[in-house]
């Protein structure tokens, strides 16, 4: 109780105690309030900052896409270019009952290297002859023919052999293009690149 002039200290050290508890707990309650505004803060960082990683998972997996395909067109590209020499070389057969001739034409800017008929297992005999008049030889060689540059024109003659063996062996040529790739034509035209060792 109080008295005129007189406090009661009994009291006194309640009700500091009690405005000191609720100073506290006004403190307490502005920092929670303070932490749980930092911590909406925190997650809408991390939100935002997932949703950043998350576009930039899909600009990687796009830009992964986007260089598979060009890659991919590249070395469609290049396998073009390198399937275009190829191209230009022919070989027409021709067969009788008793020989069998395949002229390999390379109508191609660049030389062919290391080319080889074969029919079957039999090695053919090897002239080069004359473009504009293949009746005309210009000279005897050994298979496999190391190069035949462009417009030139060798021919392979399978002769002396059975009817029934110049009947059913057909001629595959092989040689190499100036890339350095090796290539199979038969002589049906089918042209294969060939897996080199």
């Not at 009661?8 to 502005?30: E, L, Q, S």
């Not at 090695?123 to 417009?151: K, N």
């Amino acid at each position: 109780m109080l008295l005129a002039g007189k406090i009661d200290w009994g009291d006194a050290p309640t009700w500091f105690g009690f405005i000191a508890a609720g100073v506290a707990a006004a403190f307490a309650v502005a920092s929670f309030i303070k932490l749980r505004q930092q911590v909406n803060e925190q997650s809408a960082f991390i939100g935002e900052q997932q949703a950043f990683i998350a576009d930039q998972r899909a600009f990687m997996v796009e830009q992964s896409e986007t260089l598979r395909l060009e890659r991919q067109e590249l070395l469609a590209t290049a396998e073009d270019r390198s399937a275009a020499q190829a191209r230009q070389v022919r070989m027409p057969v021709t067969r009788q009952p008793d020989w069998a001739r395949a002229r390999v034409f390379n109508e191609s800017q660049l030389p062919i290297r290391d080319v080889e008929v074969k029919f079957g297992p039999y090695t053919p005999s090897v002239t080069e002859v004359q473009a504009r008049d293949p009746q005309v030889v210009v000279g005897s060689y050994s298979s496999p023919v190391h190069l035949i540059g462009p417009g030139r024109v060798f021919e392979f003659r399978l002769s002396e052999y059975s009817e029934q063996v110049i009947r059913n062996n057909r001629a595959v040529l092989e040689f190499t293009d100036a890339q350095g790739a090796r290539w199979a034509l038969d002589e049906h035209g089918e042209l294969k690149r060939l897996v080199q060792e």
